[in-house]
């Protein structure tokens, strides 16, 4: 479904990646909200929460109702689902279908922050993840109902990181609302944060240290090829085999000496949890489906449900860039949140006008004979 993990170089500066994956293409948005950007969010029952953007963001974001020629969808309809502030903070929505539930009574008189304007609140107002975590003491959030996902309520869990390297999880389990910090910067989807956190217990044995022989007997095994040390990493691309993986690479991968390295270094880490269409597939007539967003229904001509990547993004906290790759790309785009400063309105791109290919490099080649 998505997998998210934090990076760092050999200077310590702070990387963060994490793919999106469904089973089908939605209508995302590459948006850049400026400061002083003012947001309303509405929970029925409560006074409006209005907020004004501290910080520039560059964020993924989605329509929270379905456009009609009557009413099309403005940038107040948009809906951060991953993004990056001009401190260096990103916010990510990762699915978890557990989340809805009973919820804990809020006096009516005190202004309510809907789950769906997590993203723009976070990244819109803090600088770090304590920053978040201060805020949420005092500040109710409540799951609502999605319309574009026929009426669930918010099933996700998300994540916020930052320049220093702090990670942490806010996290809806059956309605109840827990923040934990991530000791290991890393998150998939279901079970629970402290479950996954427990799981990694039965992996203490896991190293990067390839052991290209042993003794059995009499006999002297010798192993031809390099990586016999990932061998004892979970395989599939369920939620637990995801973190495992995770875990093991964001603890391993090379610590990279420039930050344009660390970028291709986490691009190299965040392509084993990349996901091509068919891989896995479950067909709903059988009682399988690989839907982990409940509400999102298919609308293709195949038989069968496949999740797949349908985007992958970067982000580097201490330069501000933001990177992004979408399923039918081969190459990232970048974007500068300090090259960007100044901007007073918000600009909107569709993700899939985005993609990119290979270079081709034809004409360079024909233009340079060997001597």
Not at 59 to 74: L, N, V, Y
Request: aromatic residues 10%; hydrophobic residues 40%.
């Amino acid at each position: 479904m998505c997998t998210s993990l934090g990076y760092t170089d050999a200077a310590g500066k702070a990387y963060f990646g994490r793919t999106m994956e469904l089973t089908m293409d939605l209508p995302y948005q590459v948006a850049h909200f400026p400061v002083g950007f003012e947001r309303t969010s509405v929970v029925p029952g409560h006074p409006a929460l209005k907020f004004t953007a501290r910080y520039a963001v560059l964020a993924i974001t989605m329509p929270d109702r379905m456009p009609t020629a009557a009413a099309p969808a403005t940038i107040a309809d948009l809906r951060v689902l991953e993004g990056l502030n001009d401190q260096g903070l990103t916010f990510s929505l990762l699915s978890y279908p557990a989340a809805a539930g009973k919820q804990k009574s809020i006096d009516v008189t005190q202004a309510v922050l809907s789950a769906s304007d997590l993203g723009a609140w976070a990244l819109g107002q803090f600088a770090t993840v304590a920053e978040v975590k201060a805020a949420l003491a005092d500040q109710p959030v409540m799951l609502q109902p999605l319309g574009l996902l026929g009426g669930v309520e918010s099933p996700f869990h998300y994540v916020v990181h930052d320049a220093s390297g702090a990670a942490a999880v806010i996290e809806f389990d059956h309605g109840t609302m827990t923040v934990y910090d991530n000791p290991v910067g890393v998150m998939t989807n279901g079970p629970k944060f402290d479950w996954h956190l427990t799981n990694l217990d039965n992996y203490t044995f896991l190293t990067n240290v390839d052991k290209p022989s042993a003794t059995f007997g009499s006999y002297t095994a010798n192993q031809p090829d390099a990586g016999i040390a990932t061998a004892g990493l979970p395989s599939s691309n369920t939620s637990v085999g995801r973190f495992v993986r995770a875990a093991y690479y964001a603890q391993f991968a090379e610590k990279a000496d420039s930050p344009d390295l660390a970028i291709q270094t986490l691009a190299h880490v965040m392509n084993n949890f990349d996901r091509p269409r068919g891989v896995a597939i479950a067909y709903p007539a059988d009682g399988g489906a690989h839907m982990e967003v409940p509400g999102l229904s298919s609308t293709g001509s195949k038989p069968y449900e496949t999740e797949y990547t349908c985007w992958t993004v970067l982000s580097d906290h201490d330069r501000k860039r933001f990177f992004v790759r979408d399923y039918r790309g081969l190459n990232f785009t970048g974007f500068d949140l300090i090259a960007m400063a100044g901007a007073t309105v918000p600009t909107v791109i569709p993700l899939d006008k985005l993609s990119s290919g290979a270079i081709d490099a034809t004409g360079l080649m024909k233009a340079k004979p060997a001597n």
